[in-house]
């Protein structure tokens, strides 16, 4: 038989770090956060580090907006001819990409676009001392370094999130309409009477802009505790993107019960 | 890269992000579907609404003419009362009728209204007198198997003589 209590020990002092772990990263969220009028003041580091969370990934976000978009329409076809309602598949591919697909596909490939980016980059500014350096000229590099790359994802994010259940939309339209032949003005007006702007779209972009700060926190998080090590920075981009991921799916679950189901 | 090239790139990228949502808002919710200018309100009752639902279109003749803008239940007459809101604009002489219907097989219900001939139009709070409720399939289904079981009873009956006598 097992001895019981150093397993309980270890359980007891993983969850404690994790605790400890989690009250860190709070008060380093509202130190980012207090930090938002200097991010604000140097605009150029902020609009620099919405040009390397956003436009560096536009590209993966509309290729892949454009294909989830377009399965969606052969796989809705399929399915909703059985029925003999493939008019619907308006209604299928918007619904689906602007309630959940959008944000969270867009979310998903942001953390491992910009987060693993973010992360790496800080956590070799820290490995290299550069961090160090800034806070020996009273240079604070909350509000130098992590405040920018903060409020840069956070724009970013819904931003990107928007565009990739736009050209999804676009990318059903394509393979459902112009390929397949389901008649246009139905797919369309089905479409606008089943979505509704304030139930439906808006939801889906503050759905993104939580998961935009839910992704960006962790990331400038890991990587500013991340270990001075080489070793150390490639745990902490791999770290970034697998606890991005689980956050993303936990959050979806709790904020599309809160919004969809009464 | 130098700053002027960065502010290009971040302000297309913003541009493409407000388009998105703009096409977002237009095309796929259709934004102007809200009834935008003054309304009126109607009231129906109906012995059964089927799925009717609040902030269902109202349409005549097809056209949206108004939303369902209030649902309950008329614990009196044991009916169902439905307050339309209907845009200022259109008017319905006071003999019109309403009926619940469904836009396709598996479409939502709307609640139609049928204009009459009558000289003077319906006023705000007034009550639309003739009204049909929705056709329910199950009640639909039910009342055809009955039918159809009972006729082919009669059938029965009226050939089962002339069976017997065959034989």
Do not use: C
Not at chain 2, 55 to 79: C, H, I, L, M, Y
Not at chain 2, 139 to 145: G, P, T
């Amino acid at each position: 038989m097992m001895n019981p209590v150093p397993m309980l020990r270890r359980l007891g002092a993983s969850t404690i770090n994790a605790l400890w772990r989690l009250g860190f990263a709070t008060r380093f969220l509202i130190a980012t956060v207090r930090h938002t009028p200097a991010a604000f003041r140097r605009l150029p580091l902020t609009v620099r580090e919405i040009y390397f969370a956003g436009v560096l990934s536009l590209t993966i976000i509309l290729v892949s907006g454009l294909f989830v978009g377009m399965v969606l329409g052969l796989q809705g076809y399929d399915t909703l001819a059985r029925f003999g309602s493939s008019e619907a598949l308006g209604v299928l591919v918007a619904l689906s990409l602007v309630r959940e697909l959008g944000p969270v596909v867009a979310a998903l490939l942001f953390a491992s676009r910009a987060g693993s980016a973010i992360t790496a980059e800080i956590g070799l500014m820290k490995a290299t001392e550069q961090l160090d350096a800034m806070e020996m000229m009273a240079v604070d590099p909350i509000a130098r370094v992590i405040a920018p790359r903060f409020w840069g994802g956070v724009l970013a994010m819904p931003l990107l999130g928007m565009l990739f259940t736009a050209t999804g939309i676009i990318g059903g339209f394509l393979i459902g309409v112009v390929m397949i032949g389901v008649d246009s003005g139905q797919f369309w007006s089905q479409m606008q009477s089943a979505v509704d702007l304030r139930q439906d779209v808006l939801n889906g972009v503050f759905k993104s802009f939580v998961f935009g700060i839910a992704v960006t926190w962790i990331a400038v998080f890991e990587g500013f505790e991340a270990p001075p090590t080489a070793e150390g920075v490639s745990g902490a981009t791999t770290r970034t993107v697998v606890t991005s991921a689980l956050v993303i799916l936990a959050l979806d679950f709790v904020l599309t019960s809160f919004m969809f189901m009464r | 890269m130098n700053r002027t090239t960065i502010d290009l790139w971040v302000g297309i990228f913003v541009a493409l992000g407000l388009a998105a949502l703009v096409f977002l808002s237009l095309q796929v919710a259709n934004l102007t579907g809200g009834t935008s200018g003054a309304t009126y309100m109607l009231t129906a009752r109906f012995d059964d609404l089927g799925g009717l639902k609040v902030k269902a279109p109202v349409k005549s003749a097809g056209v949206v003419v108004g939303r369902v803008a209030d649902v309950r239940f008329d614990n009196q007459t044991f009916e169902a009362v439905v307050t339309l809101r209907v845009e200022k604009r259109y008017e319905f002489p006071s003999d019109t009728s309403a009926k619940i219907l469904t836009s396709g097989v598996l479409g939502d219900q709307y609640v139609g209204l049928l204009p009459g001939g009558d000289i003077e139009n319906l006023q705000d709070g007034d009550a639309i007198e003739l009204t049909q409720g929705a056709i329910v399939l199950e009640n639909l289904i039910s009342k055809f198997l009955f039918n159809s079981t009972s006729g082919s009873d009669d059938k029965k009956e009226a050939n089962g003589p002339e069976d017997e006598f065959e034989e």
